[in-house]
């Protein structure tokens, strides 16, 4: 079993069900403080549709969040959830660019991830 999250009639990732179910928690309570919404849409208790009108501005503002932070416990809380977020923006084929240079070098390493978003 796993978690669906689809943009129209693509799947951009499929996650396992405990994986799935902690980062819709967890991108429910990064939008919940920065007062934005997740653009999540539940189909269905494991299938999600993905507004990219609304997700592309919270993956936005969580890496301008964590770019202009130098708390630490911010950046750990923001990483476990915002490097997915950028692979699902990404794969939906919406670029984010990056504003400033930390934002930059933030965008790099997550590239340099090669987050694995299987299908």
Do not use: C
Request: no cysteine; proline share 5%.
């Amino acid at each position: 079993m796993s978690y669906i999250f689809d943009v129209e009639d693509d799947t951009v990732w499929s996650p396992s069900n405990r994986v799935g179910e902690l980062y819709v928690g967890m991108l429910n309570a990064a939008a919940g403080t920065l007062r934005l919404p997740t653009g999540l849409s539940p189909d269905t208790g494991d299938m999600y549709e993905i507004d990219i009108a609304k997700f592309g501005p919270l993956v936005k503002e969580m890496l301008a969040t964590r770019a202009h932070s130098s708390h630490q416990y911010l950046w750990i809380l923001m990483d476990g959830v915002l490097p997915i977020s950028i692979t699902i923006l990404e794969r939906a084929g919406s670029e984010i660019v990056a504003d400033t240079e930390e934002e930059q070098r933030y965008l790099t390493t997550v590239h340099g991830m090669k987050l694995p978003m299987q299908k």
